[in-house]
């Protein structure tokens, strides 16, 4: 006869067992791109994050460092080194999130076309490598230019006939990041109290932040909005002047990738009502692929939610950023083509 023990123990294991719904499971997270600026960070407070249990590390150079430091953080999750092109497949089999901040960085002067040249080959081989090994993993892109790398992204995926646009995101979180910031400065309140949407794109115009939807209220004149607009906007160039040639925005963004994948995390756990702003394929707009509010779930979005309100002004901006967003994606489109 069974033990008591030994049958709770059955029990709990059994796949057929209500106590096993109870248990967590297994959550991968690939980070691609993990010895650059953004990915140690992010790789860092990857590892503090209680819902991840195996943290894969992955870069072009080494990455045994990161992960021996890294891996002896008292935290539950273990965490394995990859790098090379041989070791991608191997880095990304059996993940759950893949989010990949690998590519050049922007620099000061340099046009997006220049970083596209520079980043456009890294996208396709990390999408090429996800349809092989992880092809229902959630696909987060943090690399720049996001507003033509994600529709890449979507192309190679298409190619390989892996491509699911419920699992595909751009991560425009640092946009919603800096505006809850410079709103919480600007009335004087804790930022994580402020909410906004910010839509559209992840670069210059194409990032609209809304704040005739802010919480709390902004009572500003026309200008004053103006000014606050055009800061959330060109806060990505106001770090890279800054940094003078080292770089772009490294730890802020880190901070924005690992909110955004605790909230894909939350999903993948069956969190329910978790939305998050992103850059993913859309309807909403004449742009195919656009930010706005999206319900996650355990597969991705479930849900594009409507766009939210806007006053005139941001009508206006909405409808001169459409544009240059098109052309953005057609760019990539067109890239993967040739
Ligand atoms: C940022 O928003 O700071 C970055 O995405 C900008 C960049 O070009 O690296």
Same mark, same amino acid.
């Given at each position: 006869?069974?033990?008591?023990?030994?049958?709770?123990?059955?029990?709990?294991?059994?796949?057929?067992?209500?106590?096993?719904?109870?248990?967590?499971?297994?959550?991968?997270?690939?980070?691609?791109?993990?010895?650059?600026?953004?990915?140690?960070?992010?790789?860092?407070?990857?590892?503090?994050?209680?819902?991840?249990?195996?943290?894969?590390?992955?870069?072009?150079?080494?990455?045994?460092?990161?992960?021996?430091?890294?891996?002896?953080?008292? @935290?539950?999750?273990?965490?394995? +080194?990859?790098?090379?092109? #041989?070791?991608?497949? =191997?880095?990304? $089999?059996? %993940?759950?999130? *893949?989010?990949?901040?690998?590519?050049?960085?922007?620099?000061?002067?340099?046009?997006?076309?220049?970083?596209?040249?520079?980043?456009?080959?890294?996208?396709?081989?990390?999408?090429?490598?996800?349809?092989?090994?992880?092809?229902?993993?959630?696909?987060?892109?943090?690399?720049?230019?996001?507003?033509?790398?994600?529709?890449?992204?979507?192309?190679?995926?298409?190619?390989?006939?892996?491509?699911?646009?419920?699992?595909?995101?751009?991560?425009?979180?640092?946009?919603?990041?800096?505006?809850?910031?410079?709103?919480?400065?600007?009335?004087?309140?804790?930022?994580?109290?402020?909410?906004?949407?910010?839509?559209?794109?992840?670069?210059?115009? @194409?990032?609209?932040?809304?704040? +005739?939807?802010?919480?709390? #209220?902004?009572?500003? =004149?026309?200008? $004053?909005? %103006?000014?606050? *607009?055009?800061?959330?906007?060109?806060?990505?160039?106001?770090?890279?002047?800054?940094?003078?040639?080292?770089?772009?925005?490294?730890?802020?963004?880190?901070?924005?990738?690992?909110?955004?994948?605790?909230?894909?995390?939350?999903?993948?756990?069956?969190?329910?009502?978790?939305?998050?702003?992103?850059?993913?394929?859309?309807?909403?707009?004449?742009?195919?692929?656009?930010?706005?509010?999206?319900?996650?779930?355990?597969?991705?979005?479930?849900?594009?939610?409507?766009?939210?309100?806007?006053?005139?002004?941001?009508?206006?901006?909405?409808?001169?950023?459409?544009?240059?967003?098109?052309?953005?994606?057609?760019?990539?489109?067109?890239?993967?083509?040739?």
């Amino acid at each position: 006869m069974l033990s008591l023990k030994l049958m709770k123990y059955v029990s709990a294991v059994s796949p057929f067992s209500p106590l096993k719904w109870n248990l967590r499971r297994g959550i991968k997270v690939a980070v691609v791109g993990a010895a650059g600026g953004i990915g140690q960070p992010l790789s860092l407070m990857l590892k503090l994050n209680p819902l991840v249990t195996e943290l894969s590390l992955y870069d072009k150079v080494d990455t045994k460092g990161i992960a021996a430091d890294l891996s002896h953080i008292c @935290t539950s999750s273990t965490v394995r +080194s990859y790098f090379g092109k #041989k070791e991608l497949i =191997d880095a990304l $089999e059996c %993940a759950s999130i *893949v989010v990949v901040a690998a590519g050049l960085p922007s620099k000061p002067g340099m046009d997006r076309s220049e970083l596209l040249d520079a980043n456009a080959s890294v996208a396709s081989i990390v999408a090429k490598a996800v349809s092989n090994a992880c092809p229902s993993a959630l696909l987060a892109f943090i690399t720049n230019p996001v507003n033509t790398i994600v529709p890449i992204v979507a192309e190679v995926l298409k190619q390989e006939d892996a491509y699911d646009p419920k699992r595909l995101f751009g991560v425009t979180t640092l946009d919603v990041v800096r505006a809850k910031t410079f709103i919480g400065e600007l009335l004087d309140i804790d930022p994580h109290t402020v909410s906004i949407p910010v839509i559209g794109g992840h670069a210059g115009k @194409t990032i609209l932040p809304l704040l +005739s939807q802010c919480d709390p #209220k902004l009572e500003l =004149d026309s200008e $004053e909005k %103006a000014q606050l *607009v055009s800061r959330i906007q060109d806060a990505g160039t106001e770090v890279v002047r800054a940094k003078a040639g080292k770089g772009s925005a490294t730890l802020s963004m880190a901070y924005a990738a690992a909110h955004f994948v605790n909230s894909l995390l939350r999903a993948v756990n069956h969190e329910e009502n978790i939305i998050e702003c992103a850059y993913v394929q859309s309807d909403l707009s004449e742009a195919e692929f656009f930010a706005s509010p999206v319900l996650l779930g355990p597969k991705g979005i479930e849900k594009n939610l409507d766009l939210p309100e806007m006053d005139d002004e941001e009508e206006k901006r909405f409808g001169d950023m459409i544009a240059q967003l098109n052309k953005e994606i057609e760019d990539g489109v067109k890239l993967v083509a040739c």
